[in-house]
């Protein structure tokens, strides 16, 4: 299986900061990584697709990069929505598995 | 706009079984993957397992292979994830999400509410 090791798994920030979660993957993934947002007691919701592709209906201050084994999730000025759990996922080889999410907090 | 309902909330005795239900609307049902997901209490996202429901080609995690067994009826547009015989340890939020896979686009874009499964004695 290829783990995807996320950094850091926990962060406090203040609204208008720049936030950036890193993710890493075992092996190389080429660009199939997908990252989500997820708030307590809701389903997770898609951000960013084949590594910096942003999903329709998603606010352009989030902003995906990286390709192979390194990844990173940026969040150019964080508002008060965006406090929430993001994790990262592989699709380029089964199991399709996640990071092991990055809680964002306020400070 | 496409969207997946999951079937309600589960509370169970270890050794029962239960089959927890995903109904896609909207689209293609037949036409695009359907995985599960678990999220244990207080914990992150699990990859189980996903089917194609136009042929049912199922492929499962091998920390979830032999566990649960996940199905799917096209007429129906209905997918399932399904226990035997249940533990403690399934205490979870089961999501089920669609697979999306075009040109570039290869994520779950749409997910169901989640399913509360409890089990106790």
């Known amino acids: 299986d290829i783990q995807l090791t996320q950094s850091p798994s926990f962060l406090s920030a203040s609204v208008g900061d720049r936030v950036t979660i890193t993710c890493r993957a075992s092996?190389?993934?080429?660009?199939?990584l997908a990252w989500y947002q997820q708030k307590p007691g809701k389903a997770p919701n898609l951000l960013i697709y084949?590594?910096?592709t942003l999903q329709r209906g998603v606010p352009s201050r989030f902003s995906g990069s990286g390709s192979g084994t390194e990844f990173t999730l940026t969040i150019r000025s964080l508002q008060p929505e965006d406090f929430a759990t993001y994790y990262c996922?592989?699709?380029?080889?089964?199991?399709?598995?996640f990071g092991g999410g990055t809680k964002v907090e306020i400070k | 706009e496409a969207q997946l309902v999951q079937s309600g909330p589960e509370v169970k005795k270890p050794g029962e079984s239960l089959k927890i239900s995903c109904k896609g609307s909207?689209?293609?049902?037949?036409?695009?993957?359907i995985g599960w997901v678990r999220q244990m209490p207080g914990k992150g996202l699990e990859w189980m397992g996903i089917i194609y429901p136009d042929d049912s080609d199922t492929r499962y995690s091998p920390a979830f292979q032999g566990q649960v067994t996940i199905s799917a009826d096209k007429s129906i547009t209905t997918a399932y994830l399904h226990w035997s015989s249940l533990k403690a340890s399934d205490t979870a939020i089961y999501f089920c999400a669609r697979r999306e896979m075009s040109t570039k686009l290869d994520a779950f874009d749409i997910w169901g509410q989640g399913t509360m499964v409890t089990v106790s004695s």
């Open positions: 996922q592989q699709l380029n080889s089964y199991p399709h598995t």
């Open positions: 084949g590594a910096s």
């Open positions: 909207r689209y293609t049902f037949s036409g695009h993957w």
């Open positions: 092996q190389g993934i080429s660009s199939y």
